[in-house]
């Protein structure tokens, strides 16, 4: 095919895309009002981000964390006196710090806000979030689905361990809560929001267990998705695409390598929920960063593959 058409095709897709999203429906806040919504790993970063909007609108929040990870944190900065002291009230301390997220929400406005802790590699905890949605909101409109296990920024490792791990929390978890949250966002109309990435739509080096974890969502979600129309099933499912975003922990793994810099949080975040309210097929944010190089994806798979390397700042091992 001629090159004039690989580049007019992407360019009139553009276009396309453009006026089809611009006709659709516009967003308003009061949407989420009074909606029952899960976000998973609010604790902090986008789901934080995300709780808060939902909270300023609304909406009825039950966010999601393991917590003993701040915890760890909190624990680092103080004497061995202090812990010692505070072990003793393990329970209350707990409740303290994770309740700074539910209290933020609740000063936002939340129609109502609480936490469930515990970790998503166990998918009977899984489970247990979308029962307690049941049982203390009487139903769910929303699943935001945004928890991601810890995982390493660098070359693959060959730990078939944790590649397994990070697919009991990143994709696995997701399954289990969807499959157990079914029945209630059949009956209420509601929506998936699955919060994923460029690395789960494109290889990128650095990520090999996490992006294989990403590219898993893709696939059971995409599959879902048209099973749902083709039973009339009325649950939408948004699957986010992000570039690059400015989270503590995103910056901290990949700021050093990576040559671009990061988008804002907060904007990330109120455009997940925008989509998941407006019921779009995906979310691409940023725009440019994400729709541009999938564009190319299929038509200039080797070139996209290069452009992206050029992004990377790496010390190359010697030739052989
Ligand atoms: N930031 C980026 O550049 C970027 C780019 C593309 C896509 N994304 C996607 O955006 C989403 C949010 O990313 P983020 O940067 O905001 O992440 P983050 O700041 O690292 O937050 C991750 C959240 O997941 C929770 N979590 C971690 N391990 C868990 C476990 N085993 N069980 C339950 N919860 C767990 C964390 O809380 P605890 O540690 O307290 O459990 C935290 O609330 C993820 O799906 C990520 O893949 C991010
Ligand atoms: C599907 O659910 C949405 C949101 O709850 C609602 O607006 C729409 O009318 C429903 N469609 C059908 C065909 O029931």
Redesign the pocket.
């Known amino acids: 095919m001629g090159r004039l058409q690989k580049i007019l095709i992407p360019f009139l897709g553009l276009v396309l895309a453009f006026c089809f999203y611009s006709a659709r429906e516009n967003f308003k806040p009061e949407m989420l009002k009074g909606k029952r919504v899960i976000v ?10 995300m709780a808060y909007h939902l909270a300023r609108m609304g909406a009825h929040v039950l ?8 915890l760890q944190k909190v624990n680092g900065k103080l004497s061995t006196h202090t812990c010692m002291l505070m072990a003793c009230t393990h329970k209350r301390r707990k409740a303290n710090l ?1 309740s700074q997220v539910v209290e933020r929400c609740r000063e936002l406005g939340a129609g109502s806000a609480r936490l469930i ?6 998918m009977a ?1 899984a489970k247990r979030v979308v029962e307690a949605a049941e049982a203390e909101l009487g139903g769910l409109d929303m699943l935001i ?6 995982s390493y920024f660098s070359y693959f490792d060959g730990n078939v361990r944790h590649v397994q791990k990070l697919l009991d ?2 994709f696995l ?1 997701y399954v289990a809560m969807t499959v157990s949250a079914l029945p209630m966002l059949k009956q209420s109309g509601g929506s998936i929001v699955v ?6 739509k494109v290889g990128f080096p650095f990520t090999v267990p ?1 992006s294989a974890t ?1 590219f898993a969502l893709d696939g059971f979600f995409s599959s879902l998705r048209q099973e749902f129309r083709i039973q009339n099933v009325n649950v939408s499912i948004t699957l ?12 901290r793994a ?1 700021a050093d390598v990576l040559l671009m810099s ?2 804002p ?1 907060e904007e ?1 975040a109120l455009e997940i929920i925008k989509g998941g309210a407006l019921r779009q097929r995906e979310v691409y944010y940023k725009y440019a960063l994400t729709k541009i190089p999938l564009l190319l994806r299929d038509w200039a798979a080797e070139l996209l593959d290069y452009l992206v390397r050029q992004h990377y700042q790496v010390e190359r091992p010697p030739a052989a």
């Open positions: 998973t790993g609010a604790s902090t970063g986008i789901g934080e981000q966010v999601t964390a393991r917590t003993e990870a701040k994770t802790s515990g970790s998503m590699e166990d905890f689905l945004n928890h991601v296990g810890k929390i990143n978890s919060v994923s990435s460029m690395a789960g996490y990403k986010c695409i992000l570039s690059f975003i400015d989270t503590e922990s995103a910056v990949a990061p988008a949080k990330c």
